[in-house]
Nanobody, 116 residues
Framework: QVHLVESGGGLVQPGGSLRLSCAVS?????????MGWYRQAPGKQRDLVAS???????TYADSVKGRFTISRDNNKKTVYLQMNSLKPEDTAVYYC?????????WGQGTQVTVSS
């Protein structure tokens, strides 16, 4: 069974930075999977904000491009999201998953709150 465990969220002032981590277990050949970070703000749908492929090619939503960086450590089966220049509109619960074939059991997510 696949488990996704997100961590690293918190309260940060506008302009600040956070680094999120997603530890993945239960997936064989993790390096072959495209991994993604999603976020869900209160009352809104869950959206994909960044993804990284097996070749480490990356994609970003326009709203985070130039501020967020996704990376992966295949040996640790972990995906990261470095978030810089955070804005109040980045406030959301952040989740990871496999965009091409999402794992049904999402992790608990990690709350990111950007506020002064």
């Amino acid at each position: 069974q696949v488990h996704l465990v997100e961590s690293g969220g918190g309260l940060v002032q506008p302009g600040g930075s956070l680094r999120l981590s997603c530890a993945v277990s239960g997936i064989n050949f993790f390096a072959w999977y495209t991994m993604g970070w999603y976020r869900q703000a209160p009352g809104k749908q869950r959206d994909l904000v960044a993804s990284i492929g097996s070749g480490r090619n990356t994609t970003y939503a326009d709203s985070v491009k130039g501020r967020f960086t996704i990376s992966r450590d295949n040996n640790k089966k972990t995906v990261y999201l470095q978030m810089n220049s955070l804005k109040p509109e980045d406030t959301a619960v952040y989740y990871c998953n496999t965009p091409k074939s999402p794992v049904p059991d999402w992790g608990q997510g990690t709350q990111v709150t950007v506020s002064s």
